[in-house]
């Protein structure tokens, strides 16, 4: 259950599995190496070493991507997956003191089966101080299990004591009852400072830690419906990680900030209670650029596909790349693939070599390759997150490949913009705009800043952006992706192969083979402004010749009567039922990705904060 998790899923803060083996009966597990060792080593056992002691920085950023391991497996994984053994122990630290949470024995999925995400079991296993209390009482299994776990543990880091200790005198102290005890009453300020770890030596900033304190006690409350979902904690967080930079600047660390201009108001239904966005702030260490500004995440997710049971087989493949890449998914017959797109007959024809396939009652699409498809295999064997199409399985036949993926019942995002406008029944509205962008710009800055290793698309463009039956945007066509590798300075690389399509590709990738994420935060500029103005991504026009959106956006943004002008360049398919002043936010935000300027392009995160 541990490898089947470990080999679906990608995180930079969850540790990776890179290899096993099997002999005489017992099964070795090669992870990559966590140089620190474990969060429960330094706060405890290494503790009274003050050479050793973690300083108020790294508790919040440890916090921090602990609870951004979690937010992915409850919202972003499909399906979507709860630890249930979150613990300081299960908490490794890389060289740089990151976080990677680890030891995934008893993660169990969330099924469609369960009732509202709620699972019952007889079987309750864990660490005593760390378990809710319907889990211990009844047996209930949630998401919210894991929210009480992460609680305990952000109050570990602040008080640097254990879960559960023994007192002599008062008997068993649990932490997640003595918070309330700080939080609650008066003397709050001369009680916390009591709690928090003395090996801090008072070098924190009290109200940064009130408020941890404060997040951490919902996340312990006895009951679960009460408790924050992990998006909602990592906004908290995020703040108090940004004003953690601030307060203590002398650090190894880089830090830029940028303030995004938009409106506090979350384009979907379920996030309308998320506070104004925090600041963007980005690290740099050693050249690369990561991100550490937290954003609630939407938390409507598409229904979770159930998987067909995963075999190895041993195939007699041309390329050992391909070989490589496919050893761990499904293979399918060819008869199979036959049987399921009624002969690959006309009817079920998607698009160009794509067809829709039945497996079961299950829909499918199956895409028919020809040449070398490892590299795209190879990524999307290797990432898992709700905005990027999953495949599920392949087969071999005759000198093609066809590779078995997801349905998106909505078709791609290129057909509800152009060939379907015309039809006011299929237009999109503005919340479906709003939250497309938003998910194909989650998907994208996973892609950077979130796997191991990162990756650039290469290929943003609206036929490449699929629409599920929620109309939730799903990334695919990943043929030209490229890995950003380690000798690649600062994340830049050169190629004299330069495809693309016309009006998605940047300047410094047509004139000079540039590739680096700023080529992605370009081709997403040019679908946002898509999404806004219906038009297509360059168009011939009679009298005025070749039409750029990219260049078109600046003529409606610059000079005099600008409202007018935009109002102009949105689709009229919306028919005026817009909010104005957001669809400008937009528009600038789209404007500043599609700069000539490399340099001059927002990062993807702090992208993701003005949406």
């Not at 005890?181 to 030596?201: A, Q, T, Y």
């Not at 384009?267 to 963007?280: A, C, L, R």
């Not at 152009?418 to 919340?431: A, G, I, P, V």
Request: with cysteine.
């Amino acid at each position: 259950s541990e490898i089947n998790l470990l080999k679906m899923i990608n995180h930079t803060n969850i540790i990776r599995l890179s290899g096993y083996c099997i002999h005489q009966g017992n099964t070795y597990l090669v992870y990559e190496y966590a140089y620190n060792g474990s969060l429960s080593d330094w706060l405890r056992s290494k503790k009274n070493q003050s050479s050793l002691t973690l300083s108020w920085k790294q508790r919040v950023q440890i916090a921090y991507d602990v609870g951004d391991a979690i937010n992915y497996l409850h919202n972003f994984t499909n399906p979507p997956y709860i630890h249930k053994n979150l613990k300081t122990s299960n908490i490794l630290l890389d060289g740089n003191f990151r976080a990677k949470l680890a030891n995934f024995g008893l993660a169990r999925m969330v099924e469609n089966d369960d009732q509202g995400g709620v699972h019952m079991t007889r079987h309750v296993v864990g660490t005593h101080g760390y378990m809710a209390p319907e889990y211990i009482e009844n047996g209930v299994v949630t998401p919210k299990l894991d929210v009480f776990g992460f609680g305990v543990v952000v109050l570990e880091l602040l008080s640097g004591r254990e879960a559960a200790a023994i007192d002599k005198k008062a008997g068993e102290q649990l932490l997640s009852a003595a918070v309330i005890r700080v939080l609650e009453g008066d003397n709050v300020r001369e009680k916390l400072r009591g709690f928090i770890d003395p090996s801090l030596k008072n070098e924190y900033p009290l109200d940064l830690a009130f408020s941890m304190a404060q997040q951490a006690k919902l996340c312990v409350v006895d009951d679960p419906n009460a408790r924050p979902a992990m998006s909602e904690i990592l906004v908290t967080l995020s703040k108090i990680l940004s004003s953690t930079l601030d307060w203590d600047p002398s650090d190894e660390f880089n830090c830029s900030r940028s303030v995004s201009s938009g409106s506090p108001t979350s384009p979907s239904d379920q996030t309308h209670h998320t506070p104004q966005p925090p600041p963007s702030d980005t690290c740099q260490r050693s050249g690369k650029e990561k991100p550490v500004t937290g954003l609630e995440a939407p938390k409507t997710l598409p229904e979770s596909a159930d998987y067909t049971e995963n075999k190895s087989w041993s195939v007699p493949f041309s390329s050992q790349g391909l070989h490589h890449a496919i050893e761990s998914l499904t293979l399918y017959k060819f008869h199979d693939l036959q049987i399921a797109t009624d002969y690959f007959g006309e009817a079920n024809i998607i698009k160009g070599s794509v067809y829709r396939g039945s497996f079961k009652g299950d829909t499918a699409a199956v895409k028919v390759m020809k040449g070398d498809v490892s590299s795209e295999i190879n990524l999307l064997k290797m990432i898992n997150h709700t905005n990027i199409i999953r495949l599920s399985g392949y087969c071999i036949h005759q000198g093609n490949t066809y590779l078995v993926y997801e349905y998106a019942y909505n078709g791609s995002l290129s057909d509800w913009l152009r060939s379907k406008k015309n039809q006011s029944s299929l237009t999109l509205s503005w919340k479906q705009r709003v939250q497309i962008a938003y998910d194909v710009g989650d998907a994208i800055n996973y892609l950077h800043n979130f796997t191991n290793p990162p990756y650039i698309h290469k290929n943003l463009k609206t036929s490449n952006i699929l629409l599920d039956g929620n109309f939730r945007a799903k990334l695919a066509n990943f043929g030209l992706a490229r890995m950003v590798e380690n000798d690649d300075q600062g994340g830049v690389h050169m190629t004299r192969h330069v495809v693309g399509t016309h009006g998605y590709m940047a300047p410094e990738y047509i004139e000079n083979g540039v590739v680096t994420p700023k080529l992605d935060v370009f081709g997403f500029g040019v679908v946002v402004l898509e999404l806004l103005s219906g038009r297509e991504a360059a168009a011939i026009d009679k009298k005025a010749g070749e039409q750029l959106l990219s260049a078109a956006v600046i003529r409606v943004l610059e000079g005099d009567n600008v409202r007018e002008k935009l109002r102009g360049f949105i689709d009229p398919s919306l028919k005026n039922e817009y909010p104005l002043d957001l669809a400008f936010s937009m528009a600038q935000q789209a404007k500043l990705c599609v700069a000539d300027d490399p340099n001059a392009r927002p990062a993807m995160s702090e992208i993701l904060v003005t949406l």
